[in-house]
């Protein structure tokens, strides 16, 4: 989760929030919450490979574990194709769609080579970009401290558009379903699992709240609206602008990590699906040594690879928090069948709140998508049983 999210996020949600920014990422943070409960006890009791496709397959239905994991392959793929295209804006603007296909192509090898790898990775990249987090917040506050003036509520700050802040600030909180989608390759998944994903929400909160603050306290909801590069943009403006390559390079980081991640998280969820057989067969091979589906893993690099030359970034976020919100709905509608139901349902309203507060091009493209696979599925059923 504390990956390229915090990069990208801020300034179209404060174009959307105004001085309301920070009530936005307070409302995205507790549907966060309130997914990540319901995740956490549904992975203690299904710790398999597959996330909510599992989930909502085993408490609702098959159509319902169907339609979580075609929304999270699709919506997740457009997270890919957003990361993939922030690593290569950030390190080689004038070719970054150039950058952007070997970023894919080179993290798909990684992940091919086993999941041990990708863990070591992303440990690396984690460290790296927290630090260029610290250093960052560190820098604006001792320059210019906190101005506690650009931090309250104006009358800029409706409703509609704090709702919507919320469903694009959400898109820097959904990593977690990644841990639950590697549910048989972790040792001791029913206790690990659950606290992984509590101790990961807890550790982004923080990093966000922190990082959000101090950016909007710099420049001002306006400047941060326009900004395209928020967080080198603040650091400029506290007078440090020998740290802005520090910046970019983080950021190109944080989205390699966020794409390391991704791919794997899709890969797993297109086994699942593969297994059974609402994907093609072929992507449920495992590989003989190093224990990856590489297969689906090959595919989806693919597919990410090209769609990255193709997807405007901004939209790629709203159309992939919609994905994701459908997706984590039906987490919580299957957590509701567990007992303990006051989470499940603040957490699925909260989802479809936050699904069609965003922008209308992702709300209509999300639908007909998520429509799409639920068509397919409907027609592959009629045609199996004639």
């Known amino acids: 989760m504390v990956g390229a999210g915090i990069f990208v996020v ?47 397959r085993e408490r609702l239905g098959p159509f319902w574990g169907y339609t979580a994991g075609w929304s999270f392959v699709v919506g997740k793929t457009a997270s890919c194709a957003a990361m993939a295209l ?40 984690v460290a790296v970009v927290l630090t260029v987090l610290v250093v960052v917040v560190v820098a604006i506050v001792g320059a210019d401290g ?39 390759e972790v040792r001791d998944p029913a206790t690990t699992i659950p606290r992984a994903i509590t101790v990961a929400l807890g550790i982004a909160l923080v ?3 922190v990082v959000a603050v101090t950016v909007l306290s710099e420049l001002g909801s306006a400047a941060l609206a326009s900004a395209t590069a928020p967080i080198a943009d603040a650091v400029s403006a506290a007078g440090h602008p020998g740290l802005v390559p520090v910046v970019r390079v983080g950021a190109a980081v944080a989205a390699l990590g966020s794409l390391l ?7 797993r969820t297109t086994l699942a699906m593969a297994r059974d057989r609402h994907l093609p067969g072929a992507l449920a091979v495992v590989h003989p040594r190093f224990d990856s589906p590489y297969r689906a893993e090959i595919a989806v ?11 405007d970034v901004r939209g790629a976020i709203g159309f992939s928090s919609f994905a994701v919100l459908v997706y984590y709905a ?15 349902v603040l957490g699925l309203v909260g989802c479809v709140v936050l699904a069609f507060a965003l922008p209308l091009t992702s709300v209509v493209i999300g639908t007909a998508v998520v429509a799409v696979g639920a068509l397919a599925y409907v027609v592959r059923g009629r045609i199996s049983g004639a």
């Open 261 to 267: 991640a991704l791919i794997l998280g899709v890969s």
């Open 301 to 311: 690099g693919v597919v990410v690879a090209v769609i990255a030359a193709l997807v």
């Open 146 to 184: 906190i101005d506690p003036g650009r931090l309250s509520v104006a009358s800029d700050a409706g409703v509609a558009g704090v709702l919507q802040a919320a469903g694009l600030l959400f898109f820097a909180f959904a990593g977690y379903a990644r841990i639950a989608t590697l549910g048989e």
């Open 207 to 209: 990093v966000y709240a």
């Open 10 to 56: 801020l300034a179209p949600a404060a174009a959307a929030a105004g001085s309301g920014l920070l009530v936005g990422l307070a409302i995205a943070a507790v549907v966060a919450y309130c997914n990540a409960t319901s995740s956490a006890r549904l992975a203690a009791l299904y710790p398999r490979s597959g996330g909510t496709y599992v989930y909502g």
């Open 86 to 125: 922030t690593v290569g804006f950030y390190a080689w603007p004038s070719h970054a769609n150039a950058v952007a296909v070997a970023a894919v192509l080179a993290l798909t090898v990684v992940n091919v080579l086993g999941v041990q790898k990708s863990a070591l990775a992303t440990r690396v990249i």
């Open 330 to 344: 039906i987490a919580n509608a299957s957590a509701f069948t567990l007992g303990r139901r006051a989470v499940p």
